[in-house]
């Protein structure tokens, strides 16, 4: 069974870093792309950063230059560094992955989300 799992939320200060990983198990055969997108509260889930299985990646505007993420194909894991975090940043940051399994009836994974808070 395929699992996504983040980790590396936490507390920071404004002008602060944080790295997220997201960590795909199970057996898959393929991982085509990667994503990370956020929730602040009362907003839409939107999408932050996607990075495709030839290492090519995008942002949204609201984060380039700020954000980077790389994946490190071994070990199923797509990283998110962050830095000069501010508090717009805050939310529960999910990872999504679009991989290829076992299981031919499905290959879109959320994971349960990691919040993310900066203080001012």
């Known amino acids: 069974q395929v699992q996504v799992v983040e980790s590396g939320g936490g507390l920071v200060q404004s002008g602060g870093s944080l790295t997220l990983s997201c960590t795909a198990s199970g057996v898959i055969f393929r991982i085509n792309a990667t994503a990370w997108y956020r929730q602040g509260l009362g907003n839409q889930r939107e999408l932050v950063a996607v990075?495709?299985?030839?290492?090519?990646?995008s942002y949204a505007d609201s984060v380039k230059g700020r954000f980077t993420i790389s994946r490190e194909n071994a070990k199923n894991t797509t990283v998110l560094q962050m830095s000069q975090l501010q508090p717009s940043d805050t939310g529960v940051y999910y990872c999504y992955a679009d991989l290829l399994s076992r299981n031919p009836r499905r290959n879109l994974y959320w994971g349960q989300g990691t919040q993310v808070t900066v203080s001012p």
């Open positions: 990075v495709t299985s030839d290492g090519r990646s």
